[in-house]
């Protein structure tokens, strides 16, 4: 009879210290190569954020924005320094890890809405819960409430063709808040809106960051959508130079 190796349970990761930052980066450094050149984009990032925080993040074009909230997210890597995700280092976990991290623990919200046109709402909603293997039923029932969450239930059998750009973001929203992540990523989640209708889709974001106690991320050059956040980091080639509160 062959003999058969078990391989042991892996370790149960420890319970995230709830008054350690849920997110923190030291010395954080990027870097883009391409035909010989060399392109710094961030030098020396040190951050903390706090759980159920509410961080802008502004700057000039090009300043590293969109790179940080990548980098912090795990979605690039970095060159130098540390990031820690829930008091685990980004470095410390293999990809397959990381990649369910991003899949239970975080959602994203982009300008671009990023919905697959010939799915409905619904649909475009529970498609990271099937990816995570939830069973059908359980995840149409969660994106059922997360559309209801941010108050477009009715219009759940729609394409996004059919929806304004205002409910498109609002879907949007839902995808990334339907896993009740602990992080969302937001990147410019106003910039494809009009001015009213911007301030609409945050308002529901600010409100939903107050109610459930998640922590956003948001990369914005909206002055008003800054305003409305815990804290703001200002960024200059790849710096961040200062901070303010906020609401």
């Not at 078990?6 to 954080?28: K, S």
């Not at 030098?43 to 159920?52: E, I, M, N």
């Not at 990548?70 to 820690?84: F, K, Q, R, Y």
Request: charged share 25%.
């Amino acid at each position: 009879m062959p003999l058969r190796l078990r391989r042991a349970p892996a370790a149960p990761e420890p319970a995230p210290d709830p008054a350690a930052p849920i997110v923190r980066a030291r010395g954080v450094t990027k870097v883009y190569r391409g035909e010989g050149v060399e392109t710094p984009a961030l030098q020396g990032v040190d951050l903390d954020v706090a759980r159920g925080e509410m961080l802008a993040i502004m700057g000039p074009s090009g300043c590293g924005k969109t790179t940080l909230l990548n980098c912090l997210a795990g979605l690039d890597a970095i060159d130098g320094g540390t990031v820690e995700i829930e008091g685990v280092a980004l470095a410390a976990r293999s990809e397959r890890s990381r990649t369910l991290q991003r899949a239970k623990r975080m959602g994203f919200v982009f300008q671009a809405f990023n919905l697959l046109p010939v799915l409905t709402a619904i649909e475009n909603v529970e498609v990271p819960l099937l990816v995570a293997g939830l069973a059908p039923e359980e995840a149409r029932s969660k994106a059922l409430g997360a559309l209801a969450a941010v108050g477009i239930a009715e219009r759940a059998d729609h394409r996004p063709a059919e929806l304004s750009g205002g409910q498109q973001q609002r879907v949007a929203i839902a995808r990334s808040l339907v896993n009740d992540p602990a992080i969302v990523w937001a990147d410019e989640p106003t910039g494809n809106l009009d001015t009213a209708t911007g301030r609409e889709v945050f308002a529901l974001m600010r409100g939903l960051n107050r109610e459930r106690g998640q922590t956003y991320v948001v990369v914005t050059h909206d002055p008003h959508v800054a305003s409305l956040c815990d804290r703001t980091v200002h960024m200059e080639s790849g710096r961040i130079v200062r901070e303010e509160r906020g609401a």
